[in-house]
């Protein structure tokens, strides 16, 4: 049964970091990309970034490309989101996903398997 849990969020300061935690279990990576998305209030959810476990390819969101930065430890079935200089703009409820290897970079769309979400808030 493919199961990814995500950790890491919580309430920090503008212009703070975090970094969040997607961890997969159930299935094997090596022919999967895993990617991160956020949904804020009121809003449709976005795509953030995602990585390719069998090659490291990466895509971000054009928009967060330079504040955040994706990473896996293929040891752990673990990937992680970097979050810096963050921004009240930036609170949202952060998922992450599964998709076929091919898709990461090509679609936001056809991700599935989606963890609970972890609460990011961005506050003073």
């Known amino acids: 049964q493919v199961q990814l849990v995500e950790s890491g969020g919580g309430l920090v300061q503008p212009g703070g970091s975090l970094r969040l935690s997607c961890a997969a279990s159930?299935?094997?990576?090596?022919?999967?990309?895993i990617g991160w998305f956020r949904q804020a209030p009121g809003k449709e959810r976005e795509g953030v970034a995602c990585?390719?476990?069998?090659?490291?390819?990466?895509a971000y969101v054009a928009s967060l490309k330079g504040r955040f930065t994706i990473a896996r430890d293929n040891a752990k079935n673990t990937v992680y989101l970097q979050m810096n200089s963050l921004k009240p703009e930036d609170t949202a409820v952060y998922y992450c996903?599964?998709?076929?290897?091919?898709?990461?970079?090509?679609?936001?769309?056809?991700?599935?398997?989606w963890g609970q979400g972890t609460q990011v808030t961005v506050s003073s």
């Open positions: 990585i390719s476990f069998s090659d490291g390819r990466i």
């Open positions: 996903a599964t998709a076929a290897d091919w898709i990461c970079g090509s679609s936001w769309s056809r991700f599935g398997s």
């Open positions: 159930g299935f094997t990576l090596s022919s999967y990309a």
